[in-house]
Nanobody
C-alpha cells in the first residue's frame, strides 16, 4: 500500500528526491514518515509530515537531517516526498516510508506506524 522510490547513488554534497506513493487507501488522513536503516544499525526516524486534518501539515525532522532534508505531501496525488540535499556519506541507508493513524506531534518511533513500504536504497559516495 506504500511504495517508496527514488533511491540511487549520489556523490556527497548532492541531492536526491525520494517518493512515497500510496495505493489501496487514502493516506491524506495519516501522518507519513520517513525512516532509514544503515547496515548493522537500527531503523531510525528521519522526518514526518502530519495530515491537514489534525496536524495542519506540520513537519518534524531528526537533528541529523534538519536543514538539509525537506518532507512534503501532495494529497491530491496521495504522494509524500523527501527532498534530500547536502547529502553526506552517513546518509547512506535504506529509506522507508510509513503511515501512522495515531495523533502525535513527533511520531518518531517505528511502533507508532501502521503501514510500511518497502525500502529504497540511497548510497552517498565520498
Amino acid at each position: 500500500q506504500l511504495q517508496a522510490s527514488g533511491g540511487g547513488l549520489v556523490q556527497a554534497g548532492g541531492s536526491l528526491r525520494l517518493s512515497c506513493a500510496a495505493s489501496g487507501r487514502t493516506f491524506s488522513y495519516y501522518a507519513v514518515g520517513w525512516f532509514r536503516q544503515a547496515p548493522g544499525k537500527e531503523r531510525e526516524f528521519v522526518a514526518v509530515v502530519r495530515p491537514l486534518t489534525w496536524g495542519g501539515g506540520g513537519t518534524h525532522y531528526s537533528d541529523s537531517v534538519q536543514g538539509r532534508f525537506t518532507i512534503s505531501r501532495d494529497n491530491v496525488k496521495d504522494m509524500v516526498y523527501l527532498q534530500m540535499s547536502s547529502l553526506k556519506t552517513e546518509d547512506t541507508a535504506v529509506y522507508y516510508c510509513a503511515a501512522a493513524s495515531r495523533v502525535g506531534l513527533v511520531l518518531s518511533r517505528t511502533e507508532e506506524y501502521n503501514y510500511w513500504g518497502q525500502g529504497t536504497l540511497v548510497t552517498v559516495s565520498s
